[in-house]
């Protein structure tokens, strides 16, 4: 961006395309031109004001001169400024390079193939760019293009990387940018953001990624943008930008209705009432089925007022626009007739494939791609059918170039496998983790075994899903399927009926009380779910009440319990993902070294603390962004490989055992009862999809309480004689009886990878 003694009129380069921006409204043709129009020729002794063009002029067009530093739409230098910064300007550009090239033909992309995906890549590692602590001067970029680590990676067995949001983010505010109010996940340009590297940096990154078979894995956000030239340029009118937005125009008659804008801000969010007023006034479609992120006096609709922004055309405008997260995330509109949304989101896609070298992408938030006006009570927002087709499009466009796409959707069961069948060719695990974490909170895998057991009746198969440990968000525990579309079905829990809304609400009360109830390092983030570290969630559970308090004699207990969870989600058909603070053993950040970022709400800052994965910096206080360092509980991954008792050796050992048997991409067939309450019991047939083939069994059975434990298997998978081997030591610890079960006996946060060999037949 500028500096401060920058020149406005040093940034011009060149003319550029801005039809219908001139602000002298001179129609007259150049001197110079050669050329005469077809109304100089159809019409040649016709006065100019009869011409056909001239009727249908509008008589709004203004004479305005302007200061050159002027940063609003009177100033066509700002204006071409802002264009060339627009992502709505960029995807045009690659649209137009790849149109009609054979590379859009040579790979199938109509239907989503999760096992082909896997096949890629099967084990991600989740960056976080700001919380990366790197050699002094290196960037983000540079640092996960390092081969020290990938060579780590390659020991442990992660063989991805997600980089996660590197691109510009923010806003624009006259001719400067404005900082991300959501982790870069509000994205204002194409471009890497120099904070994080460079475009060959990146490229760099996936050079090496394949040098050592693995993967770059980037993002999209399909379902907003921050408010950079886009937003600003829509504000003004100008052209198709208008369109990529979800926002409503307010003529001035009715501006009283519209909440006043305090200086130094360009919007306010409206109250309820206001809401109401301008739905009943057929501005607006209202309320939608919820508020995420709601917050008193922040953010109690999902709706904001846009200030007065003069656009080039002379004619000042007020708008009224849709953001389901925060306000300076405005939705982008995936069915206006100008298609600009649509062509914004597929010309970012092609730009992380093509022009960078990613291999798959994640679609941020894309559950929320359409929003239709109901009836009676709230906005059709969520499962809507456009999301699923705007999925489809994204999907398809991806496979259509060789990549893949996984999908955060925090929705119901059957939203994520109806978006599933024709979307993306993975989504994030919402199912599995709320209910992993509350088994381990109370010691119990009843709603857990719920869960999974739902998800497999409703048609969505654990090999779709990217089973995720500790990510940048919160633990999520809305529980949407329960609270929602099941709020009043019943189900058996705990030897008695249930509805889904009070299912929802006793899961919600038990985390909360076990991970902030007596911890005071945890936190609730607003109605979404606790922040917390997988390591202060599993302090929390041993009831560790300041992490001051733990100390050497902790640490083992703390390391096995991580350790379960990581075979949980290892030791299942699907991608298995973890993030830097999982590798090194982050706890949360004290509330006061980042008062500033949680002022507003935002307590998930506390569970992003900086971490130096190669220990390059041992001196680093901070990341190179600012963020403080955090306690490590398992040290730098160096130091850990050293180590065979340390948590990233005994993770490589879960994920060689993953490897070597085809787990990844198998089947689920059983998630039988179970005899004690802190077992859970996951039977698969290694089968890779292949529902006719006579494939092993494989059973995951893991120890949730924190004391040990015996108990029986049963499942009808079992065949009776079959011999039950330990994977890990190769050691028979039983045979299936006619009963089709077998006992096992596990310590306090056990976990056994055990493969069954079924009985020789008789050859007569």
């Not at 062509?343 to 679609?363: M, P, Q």
Request: aromatic residues 8%; glycine residues 10%; charged residues 25%.
């Amino acid at each position: 961006m500028p500096s401060d003694d920058f020149r406005p009129e040093d940034l011009y380069t060149g003319p550029i395309d801005l039809t219908g921006v001139n602000p002298e409204g001179d129609d007259e043709p150049d001197a110079d031109k050669v050329e005469i129009s077809y109304d100089e020729q159809r019409y040649p002794a016709r006065p100019k004001r009869l011409r056909p063009r001239d009727q249908f002029r509008g008589g709004s067009v203004r004479r305005i001169k302007t200061d050159p530093r002027t940063a609003n739409g009177t100033n066509p230098s700002y204006v071409e400024w802002l264009v060339r910064q627009s992502m709505l300007k960029d995807a045009d550009v690659l649209a137009r390079q790849l149109a009609g090239q054979p590379a859009m033909w040579r790979n199938p992309y109509a239907r989503p193939d999760a096992r082909r995906a896997i096949s890629t890549t099967d084990v991600w590692f989740t960056a976080y760019p700001i919380s990366l602590i790197t050699r002094p001067g290196q960037s983000f970029l540079a640092a996960l293009g390092d081969e020290d680590l990938w060579t780590a990676f390659e020991r442990i067995g992660i063989n991805a990387i997600h980089t996660g949001p590197v691109k510009r983010a923010g806003g624009i505010a006259g001719w400067r940018e404005t900082p991300s109010v959501d982790g870069h996940f509000d994205r204002i340009s194409t471009e890497i953001d120099p904070a994080f590297g460079t475009e060959d940096q990146f490229r760099a990154l996936c050079d090496v990624a394949d040098s050592h078979g693995g993967s770059v894995i980037d993002d999209i956000v399909p379902g907003h943008t921050g408010k950079g030239a886009d937003f600003r340029l829509a504000e003004m009118g100008f052209k198709d930008y208008p369109g990529i937005y979800h926002m409503v125009e307010v003529p001035p008659e009715d501006w009283g209705l519209l909440p006043d804008i305090p200086e130094g801000v360009d919007s306010v969010n409206l109250d309820p009432a206001t809401e109401q007023e301008l739905e009943s006034r057929g501005y607006i479609i209202g309320a939608l089925q919820r508020v995420i992120f709601y917050t008193p006096g922040v953010k109690e609709t999902n709706w904001s007022a846009t200030a007065p922004v003069i656009g080039p055309d002379g004619i000042t405008r007020r708008w009224v626009y849709l953001h389901y997260f925060k306000q300076g995330q405005p939705s982008i509109n995936w069915l206006d007739p100008t298609f600009a949304g649509m062509r914004l989101v597929i010309g970012d896609a092609l730009h992380s494939l093509g022009e960078l070298g990613t291999s798959a992408l994640r679609l941020d938030a894309n559950g929320f791609l359409g929003v239709e006006k109901s009836a009676g009570g709230p906005a059709w927002s969520e499962g809507h059918p456009l999301s699923h087709a705007a999925n489809h499009i994204i999907a398809g466009m991806v496979r259509k170039v060789g990549g893949f796409t996984f999908q955060e959707l925090n929705l119901t069961i059957e939203d994520i496998r109806d978006t599933g069948a024709v979307g993306a060719d993975l989504s994030y695990d919402f199912i599995g983790r709320p209910g992993y974490h509350h088994a381990l909170a109370t010691g119990q895998t009843e709603f857990l075994r719920l869960a999974l057991t739902t998800s497999l009746e409703l048609g969505v198969q654990p090999v779709q899903l990217v089973h995720g440990m500790q990510n940048h968000d919160e633990l999520t525990y809305e529980l949407v399927h329960w609270a929602t579309r099941h709020a009043d079905d019943l189900y058996r829990f705990r030897g008695g009926e249930i509805s889904g809304g009070e299912l929802a609400e006793v899961v919600r009360a038990e985390l909360t009380e076990s991970l902030t109830g007596t911890a005071d390092y945890n936190r609730v983030f607003t109605q979404n779910g606790i922040a917390c570290t997988t390591t202060s969630l599993i302090a929390a559970t041993r009831g560790i009440a300041r992490l001051d308090d733990i100390d050497d004699d902790d640490i083992p207990a703390i390391r096995d319990a991580h350790l379960l969870l990581c075979a949980y989600n290892a030791w299942q058909p699907g991608v298995f993902a973890l993030s830097g603070w999982d590798l090194v053993g982050m706890l949360t950040i004290p509330g006061e070294e980042i008062a500033d970022l949680i002022a507003a709400g935002d307590t998930r800052w506390i569970e992003r603390g900086a971490h130096d994965l190669l220990d390059v910096d041992p001196q680093a206080t901070r990341s190179a962004a600012g963020m403080p360092r955090g306690r490590a509980l398992h040290g730098p991954l160096p130091a850990q490989l050293d180590d065979p008792a340390s948590f990233a050796s005994r993770l490589a050992a879960i994920l060689d055992l993953r490897r070597e048997s085809g787990i990844a991409t198998a089947t689920q067939v059983d998630i039988p009862e179970v005899a004690h309450a802190g077992m859970l019991v996951l039977v698969h047939r290694l089968d890779e999809g292949d529902a006719e083939a006579e494939e092993p069994i494989q059973v995951t059975v893991l120890n949730f309480a924190a004391e040990a434990t015996e108990g029986t298997v049963r499942s009808d998978q079992l065949i009776p004689g079959s011999e039950v081997v330990d994977a890990a030591s190769g050691e028979t610890v039983g045979r299936v009886d006619d009963l089709r079960s077998f006992s096992v006996a596990l310590p306090a946060y056990g976990a056994m990878f055990l493969l069954l060999t079924p009985p020789a037949v008789d050859a007569e």
